[in-house]
């Protein structure tokens, strides 16, 4: 069982960067999946990036690759997502989540956090 905490949400304005964080607790592992999500209000819910505790191992999808970056530090037993030239269309509630096995779908993450607001407005 693990449990997840993200912080660092907030409001920023377009162009800006900001950091979440996701505090991982609880049995970890170095092979599982840790991925950020996002769900933006009348919108589903969907996949940002996604990263292992034992490598350098990541993937983004197409809506924010060059701008936001996956990162992790072992020894915090936390994952970050370094999101910068933040647009209003990245505002959204984003979640972090942990997966056992390769993942390609969010049904496979089988824990998640309470999710941070990140709102882009000038």
């Known amino acids: 069982q693990v449990q997840l905490v993200e912080s660092g949400g907030g409001l920023v304005q377009p162009g800006g960067s900001l950091r979440l964080s996701c505090a991982a607790s609880g049995r970890t592992f170095a092979s599982l999946f840790m991925g950020w999500f996002r769900q933006a209000p009348g919108k589903e819910r969907e996949f940002v990036a996604r990263?292992?505790?034992?490598?350098?191992?990541?993937y983004y999808a197409d809506s924010v690759k060059g701008r936001f970056d996956i990162s992790r530090d072992n020894t915090k037993n936390t994952v970050y997502l370094q999101m910068n030239s933040l647009k209003p269309e990245d505002t959204a509630v984003y979640y972090c989540a942990a997966s056992r096995i390769m993942p390609t779908t969010a049904r496979q993450y089988y824990s998640w956090g309470q999710g941070t607001q990140v709102t882009v407005s000038s």
């Open positions: 990263t292992t505790w034992s490598g350098g191992n990541t």
